[in-house]
């Protein structure tokens, strides 16, 4: 079994900062990529950034040079640190890795966390 664990989420007003991270755990045999994604209210899920294990990156239009992702491979674990926040950056934050378990027999699955809420406002 895998668990993705989301935390950092929170409110902040414009222009402030937040540091989400998510640590997976349980029977990983290899994490190929983790990544964030968000949802707004009435609207869909969108990719945010996501991060390979060899460290490459894509990130959304709408958080380039204001979001940084970043992985700690040895915990499992990748970040996002969020600067210069908007209030159309409010949505719930998930974390999604991509993997092979013992269990799996190659086959690459995705996982996702519970969701960490960050809402933006003065």
């Known amino acids: 079994q895998v668990q993705l664990v989301e935390s950092g989420g929170g409110l902040v007003q414009p222009g402030g900062s937040l540091r989400l991270s998510c640590a997976a755990s349980g029977s990983i045999f290899r994490i190929y990529a983790m990544g964030w994604y968000r949802q707004a209210p009435g609207k869909q899920r969108e990719l945010v950034a996501v991060?390979?294990?060899?460290?490459?990156?894509n990130y959304a239009d709408s958080v380039k040079g204001r979001f940084t992702i970043s992985r700690d491979n040895a915990k499992n674990t990748v970040y996002l640190q969020m600067n210069s926040l908007k209030p159309e950056d409010t949505a719930v934050y998930f974390c999604n890795a991509h993997l092979t378990t013992y269990g799996s027999g190659g086959t690459r699955m995705d996982y996702w966390g519970q969701g960490t809420q960050v809402t933006v406002s003065s």
């Open positions: 991060i390979t294990s060899g460290r490459s990156t």
